[in-house]
């Protein structure tokens, strides 16, 4: 008897070994994400629009009505991302989010309006932007202004002095480190010298003197 379990023994491990030696090699299906990390993305569907951020191994969704966090896993063909029956696929260009059974497709990137939504995620109360150089202006209510000048090349961040109100126009005047800023925003009609974009407001920020012209508006949480 023990000669003859022996020998069972011996052809269950041939078998079995004989499985593993006729197995294919596992399909390397973990592809990578190209997207820069914890950058801000608007993706534009058909029919619905989301802003993601990605992190290592994983994919930040901000959703008209929630929040999720997505991980990555394999693919056969694209980079994929999932969380319970919420699921994001790309493949080059190509895109689209699975969300509550409806699937979203030829979802786009839209990238004029990241820095707008990036700014909305940071608390950011208003922001304005100019041309000729470029520029812009972020004001964190109850803590800081943030005045970016020559396409980033300057940059200036003061304590918040306070807002003052006349009629239809919002002032700030801050003298901080040898350095005298002052912003007027005023609540009409303004398009954008360059790209032609319409905003809320008209923008004028005066930097030790120089003047800035540009357009803006208040980051209304969560979406517009």
């Not at 969704?61 to 699921?87: C, F, H, I, M, P």
Request: charged residues 25%.
């Amino acid at each position: 008897m023990r000669i003859l379990f022996a020998g069972l023994m011996a052809l269950l491990l041939v078998a079995c070994g004989g499985d593993d030696a006729r197995r294919p090699d596992p399909v390397d299906d973990w592809n990578p994400d190209s997207r820069p990390l914890g950058k801000t993305l608007v993706y534009e569907c058909a029919d619905y629009e989301f802003i993601a951020r990605l992190g290592p191994g994983e994919m930040a969704v901000w959703l008209e009505d929630r929040y999720l966090v997505l991980s990555q896993v394999r693919s056969a063909s694209g980079v994929k991302y999932e969380e319970g029956d919420t699921v994001f696929w790309m493949k080059g260009a190509e895109a689209s989010l699975l969300l509550d059974g409806q699937r979203f497709s030829d979802c786009q990137l839209n990238p004029a309006r990241a820095p707008w939504e990036d700014a909305r995620r940071r608390g950011v109360n208003f922001r304005a932007v100019g041309n000729e150089p470029g520029w812009y202006l972020e004001i964190h209510r109850e803590q800081h202004l943030l005045f970016v000048g020559n396409y980033g090349m300057q940059r200036l961040m003061v304590d918040d002095p306070g807002e003052q109100r006349q009629g239809n126009m919002r002032s700030y005047h801050a003298v901080q480190a040898g350095n005298e800023l002052q912003v007027e925003i005023v609540d009409e009609s303004c398009t954008d010298s360059m790209k032609g974009d319409h905003f809320p407001s008209g923008v004028l920020v005066v930097l030790n003197g120089r003047k800035y012209r540009g357009c803006g508006r208040d980051m209304a949480y969560p979406w517009r």
